[in-house]
């Protein structure tokens, strides 16, 4: 199978997930015994954000606790992150190694929550629930290498598993550098979470295919003549150009794809002039495109360049487009979600399973993994019962704790299975 390709590929059968039954009465006891202590450290994370590509103090953090597991942990030469193997059982040299990977930065923002684990950096917070993420894998070594350690040692099952600690997910960096460390050197399957607060603490979002959209920053800087506010004649008055710019590419790009694919570009961000009687020589804007199909966004990127094109003809100015820091779409493998299915089933019950319809326009760089294997991310929802829960970069954005050790629960049945069964085999 190509890595990526959902369309092909098996679904985890019954016989398959019986596999690992005998094992799920002892996770689900070491997750009691160890719930609350997890809770403690996503809470320290919480009160303890950094920001992308700057996450010492959690790399440390993070190798510390998995050392006191056993598991040694190799940080790569840039300083942030951390990647470590652990095998159970008696796995071969070439089994399928199966990674499980957490996104650890913060966001710049402030966190304006009034709870006694809020961030106590200014400036920054945890507000897209990457220390959540953190603790669950933390919380998946534990269950596992306790787990080893707890049966005799003919029972133990065989897997190798892989646990990456991501830097840099907000700045969508931090994937490519991991993968440019080797850390997806031999692994077969990877699987990801992300809290949703659009989902009531307790349930599990599933989606099959495309989960998230691709990105694309779109960087636009109009040039021209500037010069005295009470005389725009003798300019060619960029801010009236860029305003029309806007305008134009407002209007126009939702007509240039199918109304049935989901597509959004937005500008975020204008930049020009320094007084209010002085038209400027340059403005710059900066916007996003978000599409879920290729062919959809080179439509629209071209459509954008032809649009500057004729703005730029009707008012004499010039017009620059760069298209940067593109991310593709996180494509959910069939066989890897339903692993994440069966194990969210046998955690939460089938009744607490949420099919999740349409992606996300969101981006996230776990898209680059799995353009590399197979893989797949779930929601977890980690939001309080009635009403609106505080959505994902809030500064007051917060999780129901409890699903820190639902989601370790998942994730630990689920790597296991794959692990055991490969997942580039069939039943």
């Given at each position: 199978m190509n890595p990526g390709n959902a369309a092909t590929g098996w679904r985890v059968a019954p016989a398959d997930i019986e596999r690992i039954i005998p094992f799920e009465l002892l996770l689900d006891r070491i997750a009691d015994e160890r719930s609350?202590?997890?809770?403690?450290?996503?809470?320290?994370?919480?009160?303890?954000?950094?920001?992308?590509?700057?996450?010492?103090?959690?790399?440390?953090?993070?190798?510390?606790?998995?050392?006191?597991?056993?598991?040694?942990?190799?940080?790569?030469?840039r300083g942030v992150g951390v990647v470590a193997d652990l095998r159970i059982g008696s796995p071969s040299e070439d089994s399928p190694i199966v990674a499980v990977r957490a996104d650890i930065d913060a966001l710049r923002m402030q966190d304006r929550k009034t709870v006694e684990y809020a961030s106590g950096c200014p400036g920054l917070a945890h507000a897209c629930g990457h220390d959540a993420h953190t603790t669950v894998v933390l919380a998946v070594a534990e269950l596992l290498t306790t787990l080893a350690s707890r049966l005799p040692e003919s029972e133990v099952p065989s897997a190798h598993l892989r646990f990456i600690f991501q830097a840099a997910e907000e700045t969508a960096q931090g994937a490519n550098w991991m993968v440019e460390d080797g850390a997806l050197h031999g692994v077969s399957a990877i699987l990801g979470l992300h809290v949703d607060p659009m989902i009531q603490a307790g349930k599990a979002g599933i989606r099959y295919g495309v989960l998230t959209a691709q990105v694309d920053e779109v960087l636009i800087e109009v040039r021209g003549k500037g010069g005295h506010a009470a005389r725009p004649q003798h300019t060619s008055d960029p801010i009236g150009t860029a305003a029309m710019l806007i305008a134009a590419l407002y209007q126009s790009i939702p007509r240039r794809a199918d109304s049935l694919t989901p597509m959004v570009f937005s500008v975020g961000s204008i930049h020009g002039g320094t007084a209010s009687n002085v038209i400027p020589d340059l403005v710059e804007i900066a916007g996003t495109l978000r599409s879920t199909d290729h062919r959809t966004r080179d439509t629209i990127l071209g459509s954008i360049r032809q649009i500057c094109t004729g703005v730029s003809a009707?008012?004499?100015?010039?017009?620059?487009?760069?298209?940067?820091?593109?991310?593709?779409?996180?494509?959910?493998?069939?066989?890897?979600?339903?692993?994440?299915?069966?194990?969210?089933?046998?955690?939460?019950?089938?009744?607490?399973?949420?099919?999740?319809?349409?992606?996300?326009?969101?981006?996230?760089?776990?898209?680059?993994?799995?353009?590399?294997?197979?893989?797949?991310q779930f929601r977890?929802?980690?939001?309080?019962?009635?009403?609106?829960?505080?959505?994902?970069?809030?500064?007051?954005?917060?999780?129901?704790?409890?699903?820190?050790?639902?989601?370790?629960?998942?994730?630990?049945?689920?790597?296991?299975?794959?692990?055991?069964?490969?997942?580039?085999?069939?039943?």
């Open positions: 609350s202590e997890w809770i403690t450290c996503r809470r320290y994370l919480h009160t303890h954000p950094e920001p992308s590509a700057d996450e010492i103090q959690t790399t440390k953090f993070i190798a510390d606790r998995l050392t006191s597991l056993g598991i040694v942990p190799n940080i790569p030469e009707a008012t004499g100015n010039t017009i620059d487009v760069t298209y940067r820091s593109p991310l593709g779409s996180v494509i959910n493998d069939v066989t890897v979600t339903s692993a994440i299915e069966a194990s969210a089933i046998q955690v939460l019950g089938g009744e607490n399973i949420v099919l999740i319809d349409r992606p996300s326009m969101g981006g996230e760089d776990f898209a680059v993994y799995t353009s590399h294997v197979r893989g797949a977890l929802g980690c939001a309080g019962p009635g009403g609106q829960w505080p959505l994902l970069h809030s500064p007051i954005f917060d999780v129901i704790e409890s699903a820190i050790p639902q989601g370790a629960r998942i994730m630990a049945r689920t790597a296991l299975l794959l692990a055991m069964i490969g997942p580039e085999s069939a039943t």
